[in-house]
């Protein structure tokens, strides 16, 4: 027989592997700090409190077969909780989703909400899992810039004013991936609006609102409106292996949801999901746990924003880092961190350069670290390196 | 603020919710044998084992990480060795992918492969998780009917001569559901030297290979070419919960397939990849827990089988049922089963009427039986109850 393959879909042909991922597997080695990812750090997730939990959960056969699209029914109900109060209204348990990871619902509500050749805004720099899922739906993707308090509302309102009509505007509201920022109160409540006035949802995506460093941040875009879909995770305070994600959404959307899910993969892993419920469910516990984390993490965003203003303040200007897992930095001296990267590599350091988040300006002078797999003494070195680097 | 909802996407308007799906909800009452499910047993599932196996993934904390998009390496590893085994052929890490079941691969290959507007060839009556994903992805799609010895590849020789050029035949090719038949050695051969002369891809999706009562399945589909995509899964064997399935495909497709798989969701689990792999090559455990299952499941269907021909047998004719979790059965007498099921559930007993499954022919008088779930008194309970349905 002849070896000749048939031929793959042409939707294929312009996707490409990310160049994040890319990138984590070139820096991989021991030899270099890589600053490139963004993973959690694995020591602060709580192996033994899981493993109780598993142990736990398997006293119960059940949890061993299929279960619900929409999630195992406690753990819907603890997150319903836990919604409403963050939400500050009752969420019923129809209105919550348990996803494969936060992902997945960006994927499926992709599908759900956007016709191809609809217009989806996004932040620029962008979240790049976004970015992949909305172009894969045949969106067009138009950026709006981000500042100090998020999301320029006021370039989004003049895209509006231009007659454009978005079916969807995504935006991660809290310490944003890679800006670092988070979007302020007054412009939170001025999204919801707008979406209501021109009929389009809003996906707010929330991973990273438990880690807080100095105060949490503001009540969610999702609070005033039901047409702001809020997502959210258990990857980054607990563990990413449960493969725990949720959306609250109103119950036609997650119908829909759950007519893709059953074709996309049947269910979520009711072993899983009862660890995460547990968890979730255990208050003090959880209130400790997720204090330490923000602590370790607070400390190191500390060290490495006070490493970059020490060694490389004349040079570039970063973010705060109020939360979450990435700094932000902007070079001011013209220097292009696309070109400096290899450089930066043979030193010993690795970061993401900011065209890999680009949507519409090209983040020439930008770069995204993070600061949550590395000791403070270890940041301090990686930004010596750079120094060196930027310097010679 | 007015709470009017902004549209839903027009990819919705055609979809709807799984009859089986629904089904599965109706006949959840105490007091109803229901023979309509596809669940393995969840007594059978080795949950110490399992216990025992996720005590020892948690002694290391990077099992509850992001993992590779493609699967955890050493769970891939097992699975080459366990399909080379199968495939007669030395099958390399890089073509096994890890998806979350295999539906995940079904869904994300029908992305990877089909074009919208191609031709998806399935077999009729169809697995309804393969058609839901394969009409959700554009394809048109028409079925090729199954005999005792699986799909006729004389129909489809015949749809090729017609001038159809089919991108994609997709084979449930062991111990059918929802037919109940294993296609013959010779067929096999025949539909993979039909693929490689004619440039479709065939999709072999086996989940039930392993579940043989009396002897196995003839080698499969893809040990006669590399065009054939193999898909297999955990979760008859050992346990859905995992949500351990797998693909072997040429190096190209699983790239594409790791593409797709970042923007759905971006990993599996460590985790539960790490509790299949630990099962999966302990080789002595396994051959006793599958033989054990098989012994149970090979009692219950002839249990079933039984009692249709002692008690039905002047109505209808039912498969052997060599293996797998389904019987399938058509009334001779021109019972519609459709009709019949409300007056059965008032009786007590629920089944799936053929229609369910139906691409091109209607399948009103037949109707799918799962035997994997009731002990032996209970099923032939289960046909006393029918047989009193249809003798009313």
């Keep these: 027989m002849s070896s000749i393959m048939p031929p793959l879909a042409h939707r294929l042909d312009g996707l490409?592997?990310?160049a994040i991922r890319d990138l984590l597997k070139l820096t991989a080695r021991g030899d270099i700090i890589s600053l490139a990812g963004g993973l959690p750090d694995e020591q602060l997730m709580p192996r033994d409190r899981i493993a109780r939990a598993a142990e736990a959960a398997l006293a119960d056969r059940s949890r061993l077969q299929y279960t619900e699209s929409a999630g195992w029914g406690p753990l819907r109900a603890v997150l319903a909780a836990r919604e409403s109060a963050r939400l500050d209204?009752?969420?019923?348990?129809?209105?919550v989703f348990v996803t494969h990871g936060s992902q997945q619902a960006l994927s499926l509500l992709a599908e759900v909400l956007v016709d191809p050749g609809a217009l989806v805004v996004v932040e620029d720099p962008a979240y790049v899992?976004?970015?992949?899922?909305?172009?894969?739906?045949?969106?067009?993707?138009?950026?709006?810039p981000?500042?100090?308090?998020?999301?320029?509302i006021d370039a989004l309102v003049e895209l509006i004013d231009r007659g454009e009509r978005p079916a969807l505007v995504h935006t991660v509201s809290s310490f944003h991936n890679p800006r670092g920022v988070t979007m302020s109160a007054d412009r939170r409540r001025a999204l919801a609006e707008l979406a209501e006035r021109h009929g389009f949802w809003v996906v707010e995506?929330?991973?990273y609102g438990d880690l807080w460093f100095d105060g949490s941040a503001p009540a969610p875009v999702?609070?005033?409106?039901p047409t702001v879909i809020r997502l959210s995770s258990a990857s980054k305070i607990l563990a990413p292996s449960l493969r725990v994600g949720w959306m609250v959404a109103p119950d036609a959307v997650c119908r829909g949801v759950e007519l893709l899910k059953q074709g996309a993969d049947l269910c979520g892993s009711a072993l899983t999901q009862q660890i995460a419920a547990d968890l979730l469910a255990d208050a003090g516990w959880l209130t400790a746990h997720v204090d330490k984390v923000r602590r370790i993490y607070g400390e190191r965003a500390a060290a490495l924003v006070g490493a970059l203003r020490d060694r490389l303040g004349h040079r570039l200007v970063s973010t705060d880092a109020a939360g979450g897992m990435f700094v932000w930095a902007d070079f001011t001296d013209g220097t292009d961190t696309a070109d400096l990267l290899p450089r930066a590599i043979d030193h010993g350091v690795a970061y993401v350069p900011g065209s890999a988040f680009a949507v519409t300006r090209p983040y020439r002078h930008s770069l995204r670290m993070c600061f949550t797999t590395a000791d403070t003494a270890t940041l301090c070195e990686a930004v010596g390196r750079?120094?060196?680097?930027?310097?010679?």
Tied chains: 1, 2.
């Excluded at 976004?130 to 950026?143: D, I, K, S, Y």
């Excluded at 981000?146 to 320029?152: F, I, P, Q, S, T």
């Excluded at 999702?222 to 409106?225: E, G, P």
């Design 222 to 225: 999702a609070s005033y409106s």
């Design 386 to 392: 750079l120094a060196s680097v930027v310097g010679e």
């Design 146 to 152: 981000l500042d100090a308090e998020g999301m320029r």
């Design 129 to 144: 899992g976004a970015l992949q899922v909305f172009r894969a739906a045949g969106a067009r993707v138009v950026g709006v």
């Design 205 to 207: 995506d929330d991973p």
């Design 16 to 18: 490409r592997s990310s």
């Design 89 to 95: 209204r009752s969420v019923p348990v129809e209105e």
